[in-house]
């Protein structure tokens, strides 16, 4: 039977539980390195996005304009943008630069599920559960990103942990929970859904019948956590707009919650969930042993459980960690649009817990002293399937098939001294390609903006207001100017002409095109009649 280890009473306990946590603590630490390196390498690749361009414009901008910013938008992320805004005056805004902390987040994440495994009975286990997290693609994309989806995950693994040290001790002291609500009101301030992790611990703690004498205490400390994050909970509310699109965006469909939350692909996905079935099934028959074992109905103890000893299964508390908190926001999203695919990140490492538990059940189908090759061939499977993942995830148009990169190669390497940028605005904020320029000024050095109102540092939100060309024009902000770049954003394949008219108005033509893959870049230049 698979449960929680105790901590040791006698001395010559303790001595051999420190050997075991040092043996432990390198393993994790080893695993760590690990997954972090593999979100970190080729993570340069891809150009930013949307969502990148608001983490990187809001951390460029000065903290005092972008407190009084996170009052109007994006509160749930301010954590996160100020993080970040220090790493940044450290390290710079290169896309390696601004992604290797969620790269080290991953790596933490793994480390953290390493340890907390091995907290029930074999480093063997704890070692596949940390590496199984390194891979899983739903975490290999956060940790080469710049939002905070990757910290989401390493503080519900915190809060798991802080949970099982709890339930290993008889007694537990105050300053355990303290530390538990503690983590839990810093998720929250980091991402909101997050609170949900609560109800996930409660679920573990009820389905642990003598853990069930820690529901007092546990229902305090979530609620002060609760309470202490409540200012950005309110702000969330009050700024539920910004996640208004997510109605129309993204559907709730077995293909988004079954596959892309957490596995990337179809075949990822059917391997994970045929290893997590099996891990439940073995859970289902294992309580149906101890029930007929035992035969007085209580699940959670067995007969050779020791007076006042808490029992927690691995597959208990990653069920309730992958289940509780998704299961509620799916539920709620029938009312208020909540969802989308990459908000479960946090729940991701309880998935790779389950397809842990998976392999080690097969491993037990095979003769004592054998070869398990059913886990052997399994686990394979899964590398196999998750290898075109991770090579996918670091194309150079991985992140919502965002150019940013080709745009800038574009107008560094072609434009010159005196030219000018203007760029297509019909696209929602997120998918302009004006953010190529935000996110990269210097690879347009040599080019003016003759469009900008207000810069985004300058603004109320994190991206710039503009003028049209005609509007930049009759401020004669195009005077003086022969050379035009025009880029044009593509949606489906079809570039509009916006900008088009009013510079052939200006006296300016075409005279280069540049295709990109989803955008458009041509040269205008003014004729000689023409010029001012």
């Known amino acids: 039977m698979s449960e929680l280890l105790t901590a040791p009473r006698t001395e010559a306990g303790r ?8 043996r432990t603590l390198l393993a994790a630490v080893a695993v760590g390195l690990a997954a972090a390196l593999i979100s970190a390498i080729g993570s340069w690749t891809p150009s930013l996005w949307g969502d990148e361009a608001a983490s ?18 994006d509160a749930v992320h301010g954590a996160y943008y100020l993080f970040l805004h220090g790493w940044i005056e450290l390290f710079g805004a290169s896309p390696f630069s601004v992604r290797l902390p969620s790269a080290i987040s991953g790596g933490l994440c793994a480390a953290g599920v390493t340890w907390l495994c091995t907290r029930f009975g074999s480093l063997r286990f704890g070692v596949a559960a940390g590496l199984i997290t390194a ?12 939002r905070s989806s990757a910290f989401s995950a390493v503080i519900a693994t915190a809060i798991c942990l802080i949970i099982v040290e709890i339930l290993r001790r008889e007694h537990p002291s105050r300053r355990w929970w303290a530390a538990y609500g503690a983590a839990l009101a810093a998720g929250i301030v980091v991402f909101c859904y997050l609170a949900l992790m609560a109800l996930a611990v409660g679920a573990m703690l009820v389905a642990t019948p003598p853990a069930r004498r820690l529901l007092r205490p546990w229902a305090l400390a979530s609620g002060i956590a609760v309470l202490a994050a409540s200012p950005v909970l309110v702000l ?24 892309q ?9 059917i391997i994970a969930w ?23 109905g209580r699940l959670g103890r067995s007969r050779s459980e020791a007076p006042g000893r808490t029992v927690l299964r691995p597959e208990t508390l990653a069920l309730a960690w992958l289940v509780i908190p998704i299961g509620a926001v799916l539920v709620a999203s029938i009312v208020l649009p909540l969802y989308m695919a990459r908000y479960g990140t946090f729940a991701a490492p309880a998935a790779a817990v389950l397809i842990a538990l998976g392999l080690r ?27 075109p993942v991770w090579a996918a995830q670091r194309g ?33 904020p997120s998918r302009r390609p004006r953010l190529a320029m935000d996110t990269d000024p210097e690879a347009f050095r040599a080019v003016s903006d003759p469009t900008l109102r207000i810069s985004y540092a300058r603004s109320g939100t994190w991206y710039s207001s503009v003028f049209t060309v005609a509007e930049a024009a009759a401020r004669g902000r195009f005077d003086g100017i022969d050379r035009v770049w025009l880029v044009e954003y593509a949606d489906g394949g079809t570039t509009d002409d916006w900008g088009e008219a009013e510079l052939r108005a200006l006296g300016f033509r075409p005279v280069d095109r540049i295709p990109g893959h989803r955008s458009e870049i041509l040269l205008y230049e003014r004729t000689s009649s023409a010029s001012t």
Not at 15 to 22: K, L, M, P, S
Not at 261 to 267: I, R, T, Y
Not at 399 to 424: H, L, M, Q, T, Y
């Open 396 to 428: 150079p148009y991985a992140k919502n098939d965002s150019d940013w990169n080709e745009i800038a190669a574009a107008v560094r390497d072609r434009a010159e001294p005196g030219d000018a940028v203007v760029f297509d605005e019909t696209s929602r």
């Open 261 to 269: 939350m957490w596995f990337g692909s179809p075949s990822v996905a």
């Open 361 to 387: 059940r097969l491993a037990r189908l095979s003769r004592p002293g054998g070869v398990p090759i059913l886990a052997a061939v399994a686990a394979l499977a899964l590398l196999a399937t998750v290898v």
């Open 15 to 22: 001595v051999a539980h420190r050997r075991g946590d040092v």
């Open 56 to 73: 990187v414009l809001s951390a460029t901008r000065p903290v005092d304009t972008l407190l009084p910013m996170l009052g109007r938008v």
């Open 135 to 146: 891979i899983l693609p739903r975490m290999t994309y956060a940790g080469e990103e710049a």
């Open 274 to 296: 045929a290893l997590i079935a099996v891990a439940v099934a073995g859970l289902v028959i294992e309580l149906v042993r101890i029930r007929n074992a035992t035969g007085n």
């Open 236 to 259: 969330a509310v009050l700024e539920r707009d910004q996640i208004a699109f997510l109605g129309d965006r993204e559907a709730i469909t077995p293909d988004s919650v079954l596959v």
